[in-house]
């Protein structure tokens, strides 16, 4: 199965004016086939690691907002009904605006920033934890003139798309641009 983009917008074709990330243009597993006998299946998810290191992943899209992967059934088979990614936002950078069926919960490791879910702005700040509803046209921001937001996004996305809810439209593409004095922005090297 492979995510409902909206590769033209209002804008022209992708690419054009927009940045392009590799995640929303490509096919990706969002459920993989559990194959073979009990006994097998069974020792292979047990013997699948329990923890991803950081350098494990590396870091996607730029250059002023960042995502990294860290589980989803695409990279990790014993996660198959959850995803797990980080999202890094540079100063004054906003994520995509968009929508999906699948809710998400977003929790805020560092900086201050707010979302807009249906036109309602949603203040936050490290330490809290922001839902997303059902549903909800919403979008990310960061805050800050100078520093970055990290925020760490759990949901069920693939267990959605498995039962087939799977509407989701990028409404907007995130920024490409920082604020000056902040073009050399890159994501922290320790997450």
């Not at 073979?36 to 047990?46: C, D, F, H, N």
């Amino acid at each position: 199965m492979s995510e409902d983009i909206d590769t033209k917008g209002d804008q022209g074709a992708a690419g054009h004016n927009q940045p392009v990330w590799e995640r929303w243009q490509k096919k990706r597993t969002f459920v993989r086939a559990l194959e073979g006998t009990y006994g097998e299946v069974y020792k292979s998810l047990y013997a699948q690691p329990r923890v991803i290191p950081a350098a494990a992943t590396e870091w996607k899209g730029g250059p002023a907002y960042y995502h990294k992967m860290a589980i989803n059934p695409q990279n990790v088979e014993i996660a198959q009904s959850i995803e797990c990614h980080v999202d890094c936002f540079g100063p004054k950078v906003s994520g995509q605006k968009h929508g999906h069926m699948n809710s998400a919960v977003f929790f805020i490791l560092s900086g201050t920033g707010y979302d807009v879910h249906d036109g309602v702005r949603l203040d936050y700040q490290a330490g809290d934890a922001s839902i997303v509803e059902t549903a909800c046209v919403h979008q990310h921001f960061n805050a800050s003139n100078d520093a970055q937001m990290v925020v760490l996004v759990m949901k069920a996305k693939p267990l959605f798309l498995f039962m087939h809810m799977l509407f989701q439209k990028i409404v907007e593409y995130p920024s490409d641009t920082l604020p000056e004095g902040c073009e050399d922005y890159t994501p922290p090297s320790n997450l």
